[in-house]
């Protein structure tokens, strides 16, 4: 089990990556990480801890470093009511599972919960779970394969061997 | 369910459709080929060289790949100058086309002429809608994914609605471009665009020159689309032209009359006023005449407000004007070849004249590099996309937006105004 980090609309890549962390690396951006909305996050979380947050999640830059800093700190993944659409392909393309959700209020903010993308369910303490939106399906094996860089290493694989 | 065949597309369905090879439906998901890739000095070669090292592949076309150096340029760090030796070292290696040291890229890419209407093009960075103002479908993605269309060529999309943006009427004196993205942030929210395809259309647009249409293209960002697009027209072909591209066959590309919309904004210029967008969300936007600060640095730069057109605007104001005491104006154009035609046109002499501080042509504090990033406590009204907190120097730093007449009229004032009394008194 996980614990659930809430927080609300519009979370942006410079809040998510730093820009002034930029050239420390993905640790320094991990270790800063939401720092100037939630600075008790970085600090705090484990793996297998989510993220659940309103609309437009990662709106802003197309700098990946705002999904790896999230993977980077073990996150199981991240559901949103919705995604901006670059934070959302980079999430994908790097194996940071992302699910959206038309009603999170049941997810409080530090209640123990476990992520499951496969299933689309955000599962919570005793018998609940938040029903997910399912991922589309053209996406499904670039996320079992962990990400886009495993995903067409098994395919110039399969290529170079037919 | 059977797909009836669709007499009416839009712009992007028929861009989409040719890239992918087949006529195509919004909603669908589609693989498509890319004509054209454009890659920066940040995330460029130094974060796709190691994963194509990683694939065991190279370029699918080193022809189709364009390289610009504009966020580490000038290369005045330690760690700026290792990035520009090893992107150039990657140009030299791969034989992409390179701009070095030469503007930031979404005002380079078109003006070295690597844009067509009709292109599918994808960009390394996120204000890549810019180059819908040309007619082509350009969006941005993060380095991975770059890398994965350097590989193969490809990349998946789900074929955006349209969400058509209409303005009508002339635009009056003192607005401009950006004064119709801001009031577009405020009244549609930064997640307006829903990751669809925006269009912009109507006589409004149709009067607008090329650089004003790209800062609407590139602001598509700000409302969360994946692209900004303007039908390309006269105008377009004869920038083209100028450019020495060669603008092909471009009549049809248009969304056709009666194509299924998400959605239909219908705007008139006439009630426009100067806008300005307060700390810390291009979605703050109201009346520059309503906005009560007190100004500390003024900044023309950024592909969306340093061009020159842009320049021009600010000089209209500064010509025979002073910057108020204690005010410190910061202009970095956006591109050499605007920056060559400004001083041949007399504008960057005005900027000397007014006391400014030329910076190089390069992305600069609208990205948070440089010498000049803002520091505690100071408050920027800046021609830039985005003022998000801390993204232009230290979180304590306020940034207002505003147009490039605006931040000029702010800088004499030296707090925020309305620019339409300067330039009246200048007529």
Redesign the interface.
């Known amino acids: 089990m996980g614990r659930i980090f809430r927080l609300g609309d519009?979370v942006?890549t410079?809040?998510l990556a730093?820009?002034?962390y930029?050239?420390g690396g993905i640790e320094a951006l991990a270790a800063h990480c939401l720092e100037?909305v939630r600075p008790d996050f970085a600090p705090n979380a484990r793996p297998g801890d989510i993220i659940v947050a309103g609309?437009?999640f990662g709106?802003?830059?197309?700098?990946?470093q705002a999904?790896e800093a999230l993977r980077h700190l073990g996150l199981a993944g991240v559901v949103a009511e919705?995604f901006?659409?670059?934070f959302?392909?980079?999430a994908i393309?790097?194996g940071l599972p992302v699910l959206t959700a038309p009603d999170l209020s049941a997810a409080e903010d530090g209640a123990e919960a476990r992520l499951d993308p496969a299933g689309g369910r955000l599962v919570l303490a005793g018998e609940h779970s938040i029903t997910l939106d399912p991922l589309?399906?053209?996406l499904l094996p670039i996320i079992a394969a962990g990400?886009?860089?495993p995903f067409?290493?098994a395919r110039?694989r399969r290529e170079g061997a037919a | 369910m059977a797909m009836q065949t669709q007499t009416a597309n839009t712009l992007a369905q028929k861009i989409i459709g040719r890239a992918a090879g087949r006529a195509v439906a919004v909603g669908e998901v589609v693989t498509a080929r890319v004509d054209l890739a454009m890659i920066h000095d940040s995330g460029g070669p130094r974060r796709v060289a190691p994963i194509l090292q990683e694939l065991g592949v190279g370029l699918w076309d080193s022809e189709r790949v364009v390289l610009i150096s504009d966020h580490f340029v000038p290369g005045d760090t330690e760690e700026g100058a290792r990035i520009l030796q090893l992107t150039r070292a990657w140009a030299a290696e791969t034989g992409v086309a390179f701009h070095d040291g030469q503007g930031i890229c979404h005002v380079v890419l078109p003006e070295r002429g690597h844009l067509v209407p009709g292109m599918l093009v994808v960009g390394g960075d996120s204000h890549s809608p810019t180059g819908g103002a040309f007619g082509a479908y350009m969006f941005g993605i993060g380095a991975t994914e770059m890398a994965g269309v350097l590989a193969t060529g490809e990349i998946w999309l789900r074929v955006p609605g349209t969400i058509l943006i209409e303005w009508r009427g002339a635009l009056g004196s003192g607005l401009m471009a950006k004064d119709i993205m801001l009031a577009l942030c405020g009244r549609l929210g930064m997640d307006g665009g829903k990751y669809q395809a925006v269009e912009y259309t109507g006589d409004t647009i149709a009067a607008l020159s090329m650089q004003e249409r790209m800062t609407l293209a590139n602001m598509a960002a700000e409302l969360g689309g994946q692209v900004g697009l303007i039908a390309p027209d006269a105008v377009t072909a004869r920038y083209l032209a100028a450019a020495g591209a060669a603008p092909g066959d471009w009549t049809g590309l248009t969304t056709d009359p009666g194509a299924d919309l998400l959605e239909h904004h219908l705007f008139e210029a006439a009630t426009l006023a100067p806008q300005v967008a307060a700390p810390h969300s291009p979605a703050n936007a109201g009346n520059a005449a309503d906005a009560d600060a007190a100004v500390d640095i003024a900044y023309i730069g950024a592909c969306t407000g340093a061009k020159h057109a842009d320049l021009a605007a600010a000089a209209r104001i500064l010509r025979g004007r002073r910057l108020a005491p204690g005010v410190e104006l910061l202009v970095a154009p956006a591109s050499r070849r605007d920056q060559d035609r400004a001083a041949a046109d007399g504008i960057m002499a005005v900027f000397e004249v007014a006391g400014a501080k030329i910076l190089p042509n390069a992305c600069g504090i609208c990205a948070g590099y440089g010498a000049h990033r803002l520091s505690a406590d100071t408050t920027c009204i800046s021609s830039t996309a985005r003022n998000f907190k801390g993204r232009m120097g230290d979180p304590t730093a306020q940034v207002w937006l505003g147009s490039p007449l605006t931040v000029a009229a702010s800088a004499v004032a030296g707090r925020i105004v309305d620019p339409r009394d300067m330039l009246a008194e200048a007529a």
Do not use: C, T, W
């Not at chain 1, 709106?59 to 990946?64: A, F, K, V």
């Open positions: 519009d942006d410079d809040q730093p820009g002034r930029m050239r100037s609309r437009n709106m802003g830059s197309s700098r990946e999904a919705s901006a659409g670059i959302y392909r980079n393309n790097l589309p399906e053209n990400g886009l860089v067409l290493k110039f």
